[in-house]
């Protein structure tokens, strides 16, 4: 009878121990959908926390840090883009004064869109999108930083101009596809 309840007890112990070591292997990143299918964000680096380059005493979900970093270059590259520079010539403005106010307030608006739309599902003031919806930041009637309405072509160089930043970061060409079909989907609200 003794072996019986050491035996009993020795696989309890093993089926616990199996769930336990099981549960913490497979737990998705808090950015997962139900479905267990992993978004944009996931594959862009999801919610593990890694230091800020920016401020290396924060940390940052690697996510939001890989689409800050893609926005980034991109402005600048939209800044020499003179198909679409004429829309940032605020920001083009204030570089030639050594200022970056709107610089870095059109950045963080653009990656906490951005990351929320392709799946971050952090809602804390750093990663929450609280501005105006995509219709009216680019309406030049509610947006005195917009000059002008945008049009299919400005707009196709912006997502092309996004895409080459996210190549030269080194994203595969199917995840460069995903974050174009996902820029894409909002095309009907940014074209005016």
């Known amino acids: 009878m003794k072996q019986y309840n050491k035996a009993l ?3 309890m112990i093993l089926a616990v121990a199996t769930v336990c070591v099981t549960t913490l292997s497979c737990k998705k990143s808090k950015s997962s959908i139900v479905s267990g299918t992993p978004t944009l964000y996931d594959t862009l680096g999801g919610a593990t926390l890694v230091v800020d380059p920016l401020d290396t005493s924060s940390m940052i979900e690697q996510g939001f840090l890989t689409i800050r970093t893609i926005v980034d270059t991109t402005m600048f590259t939209f800044a020499t883009d003179p ?4 829309y940032f010539s605020v920001i083009i403005g204030e570089d030639t ?5 709107e610089f870095d307030s059109l950045s963080i608006r653009m ?3 951005i990351a ?6 952090n809602t804390t003031p750093y990663y929450a999108y609280p501005t105006l919806d995509m219709y009216a930041a680019h309406n030049p009637d509610s947006n005195v930083n917009i000059k002008m309405v945008v049009t ?9 101009d996004i895409g080459q930043s996210s190549i030269n970061y080194g994203l595969s060409a199917q ?3 995903q974050i174009g079909s996902l820029l894409y989907k909002y095309e009907g609200q940014v074209v005016q």
């Open 9 to 11: 007890l020795l696989i």
């Open 83 to 86: 198909l679409i520079d004429n």
């Open 97 to 101: 004064l050594g200022n970056y106010a």
């Open 175 to 177: 995840v460069v596809s």
């Open 116 to 121: 929320k739309a392709a799946g971050c599902t």
């Open 111 to 113: 990656t906490r869109f």
């Open 152 to 160: 299919d072509s400005a707009f196709n160089e912006f997502v092309y």
